[in-house]
């Protein structure tokens, strides 16, 4: 049996309203279910598309956490590797060496708000777990490097299966992500993961061009009806500044848009840059759609 076919056997795994109570450590608790979460992206990078080397110090990045705080933050993504199309890839030491003082310094800033790691490397999720980061965010859906899913399974995190390809090379779209995706939650639940500790994101961005990417948007029931929390990242996206034609910096209200649409559809976490806009995007769009359901 091939691992799409593992995965989609193992994808039948469906929790009542995705309802999900995570216990991180540190007194830090989050759950999933009752509102829309806000994961805020914090880019401790010099070459990010679009906030490149304003957050790569460790007192900027405080600030910055400091702030979306009181935006109403309920994640802090960092990432020191850009993933922007024509990225030169990083060692793992230089990743640590960006990594590592932001982690601390937002952990000062922000001792309540969960910190996710985006990275695909092994190693740098692993020293940013010691660090102090609670949640494993893989743009590469555990695919990249062999021994992801296993530190996602010692460490007992969440961890957020992104869907990726080398190429587009797609056949029909949707159920092919689909299935890669399945494939990365065979791969976790292989290695040990939990599968209530599985979040997927479709990747938007990734492998996909400007209509693949509309595409998919319209369709993200599909993705959420497997079962688990999908986080959403559309934020400043390409397809966004392609859709609207304006620069990468005005793309509040396009990325709002994406962010009502995916919660329309069943996303429970949006990945943002703005995080005021897109919380008070989320706080309607949940008085609609969890109105009920408590």
């Known amino acids: 049996m091939s691992e799409q076919e593992q995965g989609q056997e193992l994808t039948g795994y469906k929790p009542t309203f995705w309802n999900r109570s995570y216990e991180l450590g540190g007194g830090i608790k989050l759950e999933l279910g009752k509102r829309t979460l806000i994961m805020g992206i914090l880019n401790a990078t010099p070459d990010s598309f679009s906030d490149g080397g304003r957050y790569n110090h460790a007192e900027a990045a405080a600030a910055r956490a400091a702030a979306m705080v009181d935006e109403g933050v309920d994640?802090?993504?960092?990432?020191?590797?850009?993933?922007r199309p024509g990225f030169e890839p990083i060692s793992v030491e230089e990743e640590l060496r960006r990594l590592l003082p932001v982690i601390r310094a937002v952990?000062?800033?922000?001792?309540?708000?969960?910190?996710s790691i985006?990275?695909?490397?092994?190693e740098t999720a692993r020293q940013a777990l010691e660090a102090g980061a609670h949640i494993i965010n893989d743009i590469w859906g555990l695919k990249y490097d062999p021994f992801m899913a296993a530190v996602a399974a010692e460490y007992?995190?969440?961890?957020?299966?992104?869907?990726n390809r080398p190429a587009r090379d797609y056949g029909d779209l949707v159920p092919d992500v689909l299935a890669d995706l399945q494939a990365s939650v065979a791969i976790a639940l292989r290695a040990g993961v939990e599968a209530s500790r599985i979040w997927l994101d479709p990747g938007l961005g990734f492998a996909k061009?400007?209509?693949?990417?509309?595409?998919?948007m319209g369709r993200l029931s599909e993705l959420t009806?497997?079962?688990?929390?999908?986080?959403?990242?559309?934020?400043?996206?390409?397809f966004i500044r392609q859709t609207l034609d304006l620069p990468v910096d005005d793309l509040a209200e396009g990325t709002a848009a994406t962010t009502a649409l995916g919660i329309a559809q069943?996303?429970?976490?949006?990945?943002?840059?703005?995080?005021?806009?897109?919380?008070?995007?989320?706080?309607?769009?949940?008085?609609i759609m969890y109105r009920g359901s408590k």
């Open 266 to 287: 069943g996303c429970q976490i949006v990945r943002v840059h703005d995080v005021r806009a897109n919380k008070r995007t989320a706080m309607m769009a949940d008085a």
């Open 118 to 122: 985006d990275t695909y490397k092994a």
């Open 107 to 115: 952990r000062e800033a922000a001792p309540h708000v969960p910190i």
């Open 209 to 216: 061009n400007h209509d693949d990417n509309l595409e998919f």
């Open 225 to 238: 009806a497997l079962g688990y929390p999908v986080l959403l990242g559309t934020s400043r996206k390409r």
């Open 75 to 83: 994640i802090i993504d960092i990432g020191a590797e850009s993933t």
């Open 156 to 163: 007992g995190c969440p961890v957020i299966i992104s869907h």
